[in-house]
């Protein structure tokens, strides 16, 4: 995996996140194979620096954040019920209530903005633009 913006730790930190809030195993396949630290990587490329920036220092704050709620570890280094667990905490808390949804919300769109997870659920993109092409040459529109 070649990363243009993020360096290897924000990476792994987000995977971590991703891998905590949508908890993709066993139903699912897990963050790893999916291109989901790929999609943070290309949006933060395209972002304004200031949202680059911003993005990124939420990413060490919620690696950091579960001593914030009295835990003793890095999000990283807890088992996935810890993680789990200081997430709600935080959430709970209101200190940092946004912040934890911001961060679910990118988690979840870039773990199912997968094309192959989209697929899996039903959702097969590429077949509903071949229809909308079909569609708008029936009916001779641009």
Known sequence: MTLETLSPREASIFACVCDTVVA??????????????EFLDRWLAKAPRL?????????????????????RGRLRALSEAQRVEALARLERSGRARDLVKLISGIAY?????????????????DANVARARELRAAEARP
């Open 24 to 37: 993709p195993e066993p139903a699912l396949p897990p963050v790893r194979e999916t291109d989901a630290v």
């Open 109 to 125: 769109l870039a773990y199912y903005g997968d094309d192959a997870i989209m697929n899996r659920l039903g959702y097969d993109a």
């Open 51 to 71: 949202n680059r920036a911003g993005l990124r220092a939420l990413l060490y704050a919620a690696e950091l954040s579960p001593r914030a709620v009295g835990g």
